[in-house]
């Protein structure tokens, strides 16, 4: 559904960050996202001090676009995501993990995608990407398992849909926003899957990609995921 094809300016650039409870490790993420030229949207919404880390690094640096969000609520992932985005001025908007599992330079390696695509998605499983610290053989299996049922319920063919880093269009998310029900984990699906029926292009691109600490994914998420995504797909 891409009607131009565009030079994409940093500028132009929004970045969410869903932060929930990451006190312990946002400030190596600051470090890194502080080269951003765009746009940084943090999202907190825990009951620990990541919110205060980030205005005092904020207030500490006034040329960088930081805002900081905070609820006294949890949103869940795809939740904080979706506020995020919502609050965004960037003509392209994208998100990555709090964890830093994903540097800022991919991030601004998938916006120069937007250029010809409505979106783009990194991936650590098409040929090209490169783990510099791999996931357990468990969570391994797990994510390819996880892949196999998403393409069965909804026919999308990436090879990897959790991986926390995409970047779209601005017109291409709006279009999806009213469609958007999902606050887990699940969301990173259900987002694709709009994309999908509304005709946009998303193009999954192979990403440098480290694994740091343990996941906040528990078994309770993952079942949560699965029940999330059979209760979108049967309506």
């Avoid at 949103?75 to 994903?102: E, F, H, I, N, P």
């Avoid at 991919?106 to 998605?121: N, P, S, T």
């Avoid at 005709?199 to 990609?209: M, N, T």
């Amino acid at each position: 559904m891409l009607s131009d094809s565009a030079q994409v300016h940093p500028w132009d650039c929004t970045l969410v960050i869903p932060a929930y409870n990451e006190e312990a490790r946002i400030q190596n993420l600051l470090s890194d996202v502080s080269s951003f030229a765009g746009e940084l949207i943090f999202v907190c919404d825990g009951t620990d001090s990541t919110a205060d880390i980030i205005r005092a690094f904020a207030g500490e640096r006034p040329q960088l676009r930081i805002r900081c969000l905070v609820f006294d609520h949890r949103l869940g992932k795809g939740g904080g995501v979706l506020a995020g985005m919502k609050a965004s001025g960037g003509r392209y908007v994208g998100y990555m993990d709090a964890d830093g599992s994903t540097a800022i330079d991919q991030m601004v390696c998938l916006f120069d995608r937007l250029g010809k695509a409505d979106g783009a998605i990194g991936s650590r499983w098409v040929p090209g990407a490169v783990l510099v610290v791999k996931q357990s053989l468990t969570r391994r299996v797990q994510s390819r398992l996880f892949n196999l049922i998403v393409k069965v319920l909804f026919g999308l063919e990436y090879r990897d849909t959790q991986c926390g880093a995409k970047v779209f269009r601005r017109e291409a998310l709006e279009a999806v926003f009213p469609d958007l029900r999902a606050t887990g984990f699940e969301f990173d699906v259900e987002l694709l899957w709009r994309l999908r029926q509304k005709g946009f292009s998303v193009d999954e691109i192979s990403i440098v990609w480290e694994n740091k600490d343990a996941s906040k994914v528990g078994g309770s998420d993952v079942f949560g995921m699965l029940t999330g995504m059979l209760r979108l797909r049967l309506g």
